[in-house]
């Protein structure tokens, strides 16, 4: 097999080489492989166009205010972003029947909820020791709704009133130690009724007074209710150490992951991430989700708010850029090669200061343009970002394109959007080409409308003013079409090879009964024949014309020359005539 | 402007249209078609956001849309409009018009009729890029440069006018019912008349100065006269097409190309306009004299250019207030109806109080109490 990579995908095809035998002739198919499938999603799609909406309003939070002021903006626009997780994960679940085709993308997004959820309250609510245990519990608590209900049922059973007492916890009126000093007194008064044996007749009560007292071992022999080993870790820390301290938790969660997790199941790359998270070891969170995760929206979007909350060190990586910009351009990028999507990438190279406008350069001119509507669209990306070279290059595709169509007005428009002279140039020939062949003009609607357009080019302009000498042969305003026609050869507006085309045509002007030209203008007319002949023959001599040709032309000359004169001799009888 | 909500729908939508609603019923619209673009599959799709549908899912907020049915469509859809209450026609970047049929008792789509390359380059695709119908006909111009008319359950075409137009022709409407108007990319307006056998146009109108590209027109549902334009440049245009060869108001509205422009249709002191810089406007100019619109004649002779001057005589008639319209006057309101930081708006529809709009962000929002 062989294959060829592309922005995106890989292009595979058959070669005709086996692995093993004789060659052979292989299928004539060439396949497309996508490295990344959930872009094509439509659910996920929601995801990324919601959260690139959020990511835009996170740019635009303006620097200059204190990131004290800041952080209840943050946590609101992290859990915008968590909002979105969970709405794509509820329409996953509800979409009927394709459940079980999207059973490992709504574990995933699960996941990736979850981390965000921990690394939400960690880094960017950054709770301090007393309400920190709190929100651990909601971060339990809301992922693992079903288990906590039962498990709180058993563990709220009997006592109501200790609890009652107990969850009214700082945040209230206590200090953290007023606080601590009452949940010890508490705690010592349990460990009491325990060793009196005061519940020894009631297995139940039994067990729970142990689970209060944040017994490891009763607590573990409860795995199956647990489940996990982080809601193990809260449930210890809620039992035992609920003044526990940021710096602290990563003692615990490693021991209660070691603990729950026994010899024989291995920790799953879920369970290294969040450990890393209660480390407070930002950048092992970020590498091992990159590695986890086959796609970059997470990593990118967290990267972005924890940069936007200054938790990240800047660190440059040896590609030149800081993580927070490799990460976004690589998602960016990722989104690039979506037929659709890349648009919204256009707002992420945006916010990358250092190499951000280089990829949009070199991805936009890579859009396919089908119809005129996208091309606009792109070019207008391109202008707003002044972008020239590309604008240039996307007009003169789309003239170029408009050209073999035989759309002379498309092409032309794109040129004057485009301010390319050259191809306004290459047109008006097309024009004149059509004028020389058919005797008329193709397209009148344009040529007779072009307004200041007239001046990109010099053959433009001459194709505009030509046009209007024949509009005024056609109304008979002699005069002022004589003046017009003689103008454009003494101005070296037309090109000197239209020049016999002009003075033939000058030829039923000169013809006319009335006298039209002056005789300075006849002068002129004479000046302009004698070099365009003696042009002519400087040339003549060197091309081998056929004698026809030849032929023609020397009459036409010979024809002119009489023209000429007649007129200029009727000229000076008129302007020497006195009249009276 | 209370909140409004966005619904993502996983396609870039190009247009929106509500259906029409039958006059004897004075209902709110409560159905609306979308088609998207630039999709590998591309779709038509039927909306509600009527209160009495309710689905099993929990969708939140009353009046969010809801998908009834949808359709599959070959190429991006650049045009929609219905034909009546069950069919619709769509214009296509492979240059096909079709006529799709909406199955009200089965909630389906199906094709109804297809004319595969009506608008074609001779060895290329041209896409169609607007239609305009009064049942049973039905006009479409393209790329191509070429104006069709068509009659539906007819398989042929019914008359074709080659070469119409050296450039693209972005947008068509109706002045009379024997009377077109198209705008194209060189900024003329072309009056064509179908009483005529002629293939040329009875009328050209264009801007003095430079030749914006025009993408939409409208016309003012009353007034057969007057019509409204944007182009490339986001201006707001005027028209009197009876009179002279320039624009009677321009108006600075958007800073990018101007998709959309709506007379509002019951109301026509109320225009609408979206664009690519992701901004929808609505415009409202009121009228200084108290009599109804319906009774107030004459015509506002002077004619005025961009800054506006008073007009002499006292009769403000609403023709005059569209066509010296001057926002620093006073007499001009806009407002902006949509959360800014959107991609850009490339279609929406308004009938009675509800707005309907899409986005490249692939959202859809609508508005049900427009205050008209």
Redesign the interface.
């Known amino acids: 097999m062989g294959f060829a990579w592309g922005p995106g995908d890989i292009l595979v095809y058959e070669t005709l080489y086996k692995a093993s035998g004789a060659s052979g002739s292989g299928c004539s198919f060439i396949h497309e492989i996508r490295k990344d499938e959930d872009i094509y999603s439509p659910i996920l799609r929601k995801l990324f166009n919601e959260s690139h909406h959020i990511f835009v309003g996170l740019q635009t939070i303006r620097e200059e205010l204190p990131s004290k002021s800041k952080k209840p903006q943050f946590v609101s626009i992290s859990k915008n972003y968590r909002s979105v997780i969970r709405a794509c994960m509820e329409e996953l679940h509800f979409g009927s029947f394709f459940k079980f085709l999207f059973y490992s993308l709504v574990s995933i997004l699960l996941a990736i909820e979850l981390i965000w959820n921990l690394c939400e309250v960690l880094f960017i609510d950054a709770a301090p020791a007393g309400s920190l245990l709190l929100h651990l519990l909601d971060w339990v608590r809301l992922h693992k709704a079903d288990v906590d209900e039962r498990a709180r049922e058993v563990l709220q059973s009997e006592s109501p009133a200790e609890h009652h007492d107990y969850w009214d916890v700082p945040g209230g009126t206590q200090t953290l130690t007023e606080f601590d000093v009452k949940w010890r007194h508490w705690h010592e008064e349990v460990d009491r009724c325990m060793q009196d044996n005061s519940f020894a007749s009631n297995r139940h009560l039994e067990v729970i007074c142990k689970i209060l007292l944040g017994d490891e071992d009763t607590l573990l022999d409860h795995k199956e209710l647990l489940g996990t080993w982080y809601h193990f870790l809260v449930t210890r820390l809620l039992f035992c150490h609920p003044t526990v301290k940021p710096t602290e938790l990563h003692y615990y969660a490693q021991s209660c992951m070691t603990m729950f997790l026994d010899s024989r199941s291995v920790s799953e790359p879920l369970d290294n991430i969040l450990l890393a998270a209660f480390e407070f070891d930002i950048h092992q969170v970020i590498k091992e989700c990159s590695i986890a995760l086959n796609n970059w929206w997470f990593v990118a979007h967290l990267t972005d708010l924890l940069d936007h909350c200054k938790l990240l060190q800047s660190h440059n990586l040896h590609f030149g850029s800081n993580l927070r910009e490799f990460l976004l351009l690589e998602y960016a990028s990722g989104l690039f090669t979506h037929h659709s999507l890349w648009q919204l990438a256009v707002d992420y190279f945006d916010h990358c200061p250092e190499f951000g406008r280089v990829y949009l350069e070199l991805q936009i001119e890579r859009v396919p343009l089908e119809t005129e509507r996208k091309a606009l669209k792109v070019l207008r990306i391109c202008e707003q970002r002044q972008m020239s070279e590309q604008v240039r290059s996307i007009c003169k595709i789309m003239a170029m394109r408009a050209l073999r169509n035989n759309r002379l007005g498309s092409a032309l428009s794109w040129s004057i959007r485009a301010k390319d002279a050259a191809f306004a140039t290459l047109i008006s020939e097309r024009f004149l080409q059509d004028y020389c062949a058919k005797g008329t003009f193709s397209d009148l609607d344009l040529i007779d409308n072009l307004g200041p357009a007239m001046l990109l080019s010099d053959r433009l302009t001459f194709l505009g003013k030509y046009r209007e000498f024949h509009k005024l042969y056609g109304e008979k305003r002699f005069r002022e079409a004589a003046k017009l026609l003689l103008s454009l050869m003494t101005a070296k507006i037309a090109p000197q090879s239209f020049w016999m085309t002009l003075l033939t045509d000058a030829l039923p002007l000169l013809e006319q009964k009335e006298v039209i030209f002056t005789a300075d203008q006849t002068y002129e007319l004479m000046f302009c024949l004698e070099e365009l002949t003696s042009s002519l023959n400087i040339t003549a001599s060197s091309t081998d014309r056929p004698m026809q040709e030849e032929d023609v032309e020397v009459t036409k000359v010979e024809l002119l020359r009489l023209a000429l004169a007649r007129n200029l001799a009727q000229a000076i009888v008129k302007e020497g005539t006195v009249e009276t | 402007m209370e909140s409004i909500n966005?619904k993502?729908?996983?396609?870039?939508i190009s247009k929106t249209r509500w259906r029409p609603v039958s006059h004897s019923d004075l209902q709110l619209p409560e159905i609306f078609a979308t088609g998207s673009?630039?999709?590998?599959d591309n779709r038509i799709s039927i909306w509600s956001i009527g209160s009495n549908l309710s689905t099993g899912?929990e969708d939140g907020f009353e009046g969010d849309p809801q998908l009834l049915c949808e359709h599959k469509h070959d190429g991006?859809v650049?045009d929609l409009q219905f034909l009546d209450q069950d069919r619709i026609v769509t214009a296509s970047?492979t240059g096909a018009v079709t006529i799709f049929r909406h199955h009200q008792n089965s909630q389906t789509i199906s094709v109804s009729q297809l004319w595969a390359r009506a608008h074609r380059?001779?060895c290329?695709n041209?896409?169609c890029?607007s239609v305009v119908c009064s049942s049973p006909e039905i006009v479409t111009v393209g790329?191509?440069?070429r104006i069709i008319v068509f009659r539906a359950d007819q398989e042929g075409v019914v008359r074709v006018i080659e070469n119409a137009?050296?450039?693209?022709i972005h947008a068509v409407t109706y002045l009379r019912t024997t009377e077109i108007l198209t705008v194209?990319?060189?900024g003329?307006l072309?009056l064509w008349d179908f009483r005529q056998q002629s293939n040329s146009?009875s009328q050209?109108l264009?801007l003095?100065?430079?030749?914006v590209?025009l993408h939409c027109v409208d016309r003012h549902p009353n007034q057969q006269h007057i019509v409204a334009t944007g182009g490339?440049d986001g201006m707001l245009c005027v028209w009197d097409v009876r009179q002279g060869n320039t624009p009677f108001s321009l108006m600075e509205a958007h800073t990018?190309?101007m998709w959309e422009v709506h007379f509002h249709p019951t109301n026509p002191d109320h225009l609408f306009t979206c664009s690519?810089d992701g901004s929808l406007l609505h415009w409202e100019t009121s009228s200084h004299s108290d009599m109804p619109s319906f009774l107030q004649g004459g015509r506002n002779s002077s004619m005025v250019s961009r800054s506006a001057m008073a007009p002499a005589g006292g009769n403000q008639s609403l023709i005059s207030a569209w066509l010296s319209g001057d926002s620093s006057k006073g007499r001009l309101e806009t407002t902006h109806m949509l959360p800014s930081?959107?991609?850009?708006v490339n279609s929406l529809d308004v009938l009675g109080p509800c707005l309907v709009c899409g986005t490249?962000?692939?959202?859809i929002f609508v508005n049900r109490q427009v205050p008209v």
């Open positions: 966005a993502y729908v996983s396609q870039k673009w630039d999709n590998e899912m991006d650049l970047s380059y001779p290329d041209a896409p890029t790329e191509d440069g137009d050296s450039s693209t194209n990319s060189i003329q072309k146009p050209i264009s003095s100065g430079d030749r590209p490339q990018a190309e690519e930081q959107t991609l850009s490249d962000g692939e959202a």
